[in-house]
Nanobody, 128 residues
Framework: QVQLVESGGGLVQAGGSLRLACAAS????????MAWFHQAPGKEREFVAR????????YYADSMKGRFTISRDNAKNTVYLQMNSLKPEDTAVYSC?????????????????????WGQGTQVTVSS
C-alpha cells in the first residue's frame, strides 16, 4: 500500500520560512519523480515544484522561483519543500505527489492527473 505523508506545515508570519517533508512508503521511491502542489480554499489545486527521480532536475511555478526549493533524499524516501519569504497568498494545503514517468514540459508536469499517488496534505497558513 502506497503512502505519502506530509509534515511540517503550520502558522507563520509573512516573510518567514517553513520546511515541508513528504515521507513515502510502499513504492520504490527512487523510481518516481516527485512534486508539490497546493490548494487554497475555493481554488483548484496548483503546481508548486517538481524534482526528477535522481534529483538532477527541478522545476518551479513562476511565483515560487527564488523563494521555494524542492529537494529529495532517496535514502530516506523523502522529498522536501523549503519555503522562504512566505506571503499570505501562499496559504494553502500543500500535498506531495508521485509520478512514474518522465516529462520536462510545464503543460505536462503541472497536470494533476498524471500523478499516480498523492498525500493527504499539510496546512500552511501565512499571516500578514
Amino acid at each position: 500500500q502506497v503512502q505519502l505523508v506530509e509534515s511540517g506545515g503550520g502558522l507563520v508570519q509573512a516573510g518567514g520560512s517553513l520546511r515541508l517533508a513528504c515521507a513515502a512508503s510502499g513504492l520504490t521511491f527512487k523510481n518516481y519523480h516527485m512534486a508539490w502542489f497546493h490548494q487554497a480554499p475555493g481554488k483548484e489545486r496548483e503546481f508548486v515544484a517538481r524534482i526528477a527521480r535522481d534529483g538532477a532536475a527541478t522545476y518551479y511555478a513562476d511565483s515560487m522561483k527564488g523563494r521555494f526549493t524542492i529537494s529529495r533524499d532517496n535514502a530516506k524516501n523523502t522529498v522536501y519543500l523549503q519555503m522562504n519569504s512566505l506571503k499570505p497568498e501562499d496559504t494553502a494545503v500543500y500535498s506531495c505527489a508521485a509520478d512514474l514517468y518522465f516529462t520536462n514540459t510545464l503543460t505536462n508536469y503541472a497536470r494533476t492527473e498524471r500523478y499516480d499517488h498523492w498525500g493527504q496534505g499539510t496546512q500552511v497558513t501565512v499571516s500578514s
